[in-house]
């Protein structure tokens, strides 16, 4: 079965400095993978997703995420951060033929002055 | 363009009360489903459609039914409310399953006394 481990529960990151969030996924197949961004009393936003391409992918608000294959991670990476990427982050992975995506347990983040 | 949204956004019921959640969109998206969000467990799946008329279980099914009568439309039902279901609840839709992007309702936090 399908799974998605986030093994950071919370991190704390000076404004300005740079961020990593990690995600491994478990499966056979080709994953599609996702990361959303959830500020608190909100939904789920999707930052960015990895369907096949290009392993560096862009996505909105200045994150950008890198597949690989070899250690079934989807890293999510933020050069700078800002007080306002204070969130809970989670990734998520489905496949080809699934109709379920299947969420991590979810990373918090702390911006500290 | 609304999105997704969700009715109510905060209930508190006794035990053994019942309740239906609604969740809309207004992206005549065929796949809807319901999460429930517990602290340290991420979003966990309960039920799911995959068009109108149809729904199945996911991984946290019991005490809770669903249904799907319109496409724009997915009810969630709590028959007899406990404890254990005190929880953030999310839809969301998508245009298809496991590979695009699932959209996310505002979420209705439930407290069940």
């Known amino acids: 079965a399908q799974s998605v481990t986030q093994p950071d529960i919370h991190i704390t990151v000076s404004e300005g400095a740079s961020l990593e969030l990690r995600c491994n996924y478990s499966?056979?197949?080709?994953?599609?993978l996702f990361w959303y961004v959830q500020s608190p009393g909100q939904g789920l936003q999707l930052l960015l997703k990895?369907?096949?391409?290009?392993?560096l992918v862009q996505g909105i608000k200045g994150f950008e995420a890198e597949f690989k294959r070899s250690q079934s991670s989807f890293n999510l990476r933020k050069p700078s951060v800002h007080w306002s990427d204070a969130a809970e982050y989670f990734c998520?992975?489905?496949?080809?033929?699934?109709?379920?995506?299947?969420f991590g347990t979810g990373t918090r983040l702390t911006i500290i002055p | 363009n609304a999105g997704v949204t969700q009715t109510p956004k905060f209930r508190v019921l006794k035990t053994g009360q019942s309740m239906t959640l609604l969740c809309a969109q207004d992206?005549?998206?065929?796949?809807m489903y319901w999460y429930r969000q517990d602290p340290g467990m991420g979003l966990r799946l309960i039920h799911y459609?995959?068009?109108?008329?149809?729904?199945a279980k996911g991984e946290v099914p019991d005490g809770y039914n669903v249904s799907r009568l319109k496409k724009q439309n997915f009810l969630l039902g709590l028959e007899s409310a406990a404890p254990s279901q005190t929880s953030v609840y999310f839809c969301?839709?998508?245009?298809?399953?496991?590979?695009?992007?699932?959209?996310f309702g505002p979420g209705t936090r439930l407290l069940v006394l």
């Open positions: 969301a839709s998508s245009y298809s399953p496991g590979v695009e992007t699932q959209y």
């Open positions: 499966y056979g197949a080709t994953p599609y």
């Open positions: 990895y369907f096949s391409g290009d392993t």
């Open positions: 998520a992975v489905g496949y080809f033929g699934n109709e379920k995506l299947t």
């Open positions: 992206m005549n998206h065929e796949y």
């Open positions: 459609s995959v068009g109108e008329g149809t729904t």
